[in-house]
């Protein structure tokens, strides 16, 4: 998927490109792609994903509210895609269908992840835990077509999508190529990637896209086997460039509609979101590549304070991850990120509308093997999250530890 197809004298724009790694977003053309390509009748096909089976420690030092936390995890994330392009006279079609088993094969409300927040399980809203995938990731077609030499219009949509509002999501980032750990901070980057009902119309040249999105900017529900279909009363807009074939910039903002779902009888909030984000991707020798992500999100929502009022706060969160894979065998990566989060998302009722400072830091290795198809590893990563001083009492001090054990499988990678 990260390596463009040769292109030939008869084609001005490759069918399947480096650049589109999912939906309308880009990332730099100069990477790596492990997949299965075919080419079926008109159709130029590939198939890629990610299992990880992990196995997740995290003390439990705190407590929830409804009686426990368990200190162990046994869970499967895991997502495949499949992406088909044809030409159509002039102009290029192309569909994507994205799913994950996640909703059977990781437990209760989410992996267990320290200062994570984001949506809503049996009534409540999570945190410490990496809510599940839907189901149905991605539904959707796409078209586009030449304006006079050098510009070409898109237009994409579907029941399931992915806006245009931040940088490619986090398992499409090649910087997270090996880390099964969701960030802390998606909710303010690229939580969006999945929404149900969604249009984009967008211009682009060689180096450059402007593309404008209305959508279903509402949270999915806790059942996360079904197609959770709404109005598209939100909106984005977002400006791409690749000044190199190594670097892919981005800028983004938008409204959400009715994003946040609170507890009963407040009604769902709406969220502002702004987001920045630059990716370098290069090879490293023969087989080599590393890849590093930074990005910015800042959301502005509203929060409910005891008496039935609200109060509109701004938070932010800066991620730095990087992943180096040497030979495709050893990959190291690592992540940084300083999360704001309001209080009452980590359920601290003392100032709900304070906004606390989190910090995580994760480290980590995989041995990888190529058997046949498959390319697998075997895999292990620590973290680190620093506790907010309000919140010590809760995690038994101000650094909570947490380690990850993993296998992961995937395509092997393809040659160009």
């Given at each position: 998927m990260w390596t463009a197809l040769l292109m030939t004298a008869?084609?001005?724009?490759?069918?399947?490109?480096?650049?589109?790694?999912?939906?309308?977003?880009?990332?730099?053309d100069v990477g790596a792609s492990y997949g299965v390509h075919r080419q079926v009748g008109d159709w130029q096909m590939?198939?890629?994903?990610?299992?990880?089976?992990?196995?997740?420690?995290?003390?439990?030092?705190?407590?929830?509210?409804?009686?426990?936390?368990?200190?162990?995890?046994?869970?499967?994330?895991?997502?495949?895609?499949l992406m088909a392009r044809r030409r159509a006279g002039e102009g290029r079609i192309g569909v994507n269908v994205m799913l994950s088993l996640e909703p059977w094969t990781v437990p209760g409300c989410g992996a267990l992840n320290y200062f994570q927040t984001g949506e809503m399980c049996d009534g409540d809203?999570?945190?410490?835990?990496?809510?599940?995938?839907?189901l149905f990731m991605e539904l959707a077609a796409s078209y586009d077509r030449p304006i006079g030499e050098s510009k070409r219009w898109q237009v994409y949509g579907g029941l399931s999508g992915?806006?245009?509002?931040?940088?490619?999501?986090?398992?499409?980032?090649?910087?997270?190529?090996?880390?099964?750990?969701?960030?802390?901070?998606?909710h303010w980057l690229d939580s969006s990637h999945i929404s149900f009902g969604v249009v984009t119309g967008g211009l682009w040249a060689e180096r450059w896209?402007?593309?404008?999105?209305?959508?279903?900017?509402?949270?999915?529900?806790d059942d996360r086997k079904d197609v959770d279909l709404a109005p598209l009363d939100s909106v984005s807009?977002?400006?791409?460039?690749?000044?190199?074939?190594?670097?892919a910039l981005q800028v983004s903002g938008g409204h959400l509609t009715e994003a946040e779902q609170q507890f009963p009888p407040h009604s769902r909030t709406a969220n502002e979101r702004v987001t920045a984000s630059a990716i370098y991707q290069r090879n490293v020798g023969a087989s080599g590549w590393w890849?590093?992500?930074?990005?910015?999100?800042?959301?502005?929502?509203?929060?409910?304070?005891?008496?039935?009022?609200?109060?509109?706060?701004?938070?932010?969160?800066?991620?730095?991850?990087?992943?180096?894979?040497?030979?495709?065998?050893h990959a190291w990566f690592g992540r940084v990120e300083l999360v704001g989060k309001p209080q009452h998302d980590l359920h601290l009722d003392v100032n709900p509308t304070a906004i606390l400072p989190t910090a995580k830091l994760q480290a980590g290795y995989v041995r990888h093997f190529t058997i046949g198809p498959v390319f697998s590893g075997i895999g292990v990563s620590p973290s680190i999250s620093v506790v907010p001083e309000p919140l010590v009492p809760r995690y038994g001090g101000r650094i909570a530890r947490g380690l990850d054990v993993f296998f992961v499988i995937r395509p092997r990678r393809h040659a160009m």
């Open positions: 008869t084609l001005p724009v490759a069918l399947l490109r480096a650049r589109e790694v999912t939906a309308t977003a880009w990332a730099p590939m198939l890629h994903g990610a299992a990880f089976g992990q196995f997740i420690y995290e003390p439990p030092d705190f407590v929830h509210r409804t009686g426990g936390r368990a200190s162990t995890q046994w869970s499967t994330v895991n997502w495949g895609m809203t999570i945190h410490d835990r990496q809510h599940p995938h839907d992915e806006p245009a509002l931040g940088p490619p999501a986090f398992p499409h980032r090649l910087s997270a190529f090996d880390n099964p750990i969701a960030p802390i901070g998606h896209k402007v593309e404008g999105s209305v959508f279903n900017g509402r949270e999915p529900d807009a977002r400006a791409s460039w690749l000044p190199t074939p190594r670097l890849a590093t992500t930074i990005a910015y999100g800042l959301n502005g929502g509203h929060i409910f304070v005891p008496g039935g009022s609200d109060v509109l706060r701004y938070s932010s969160a800066v991620l730095a991850e990087t992943t180096a894979m040497l030979q495709d065998r």
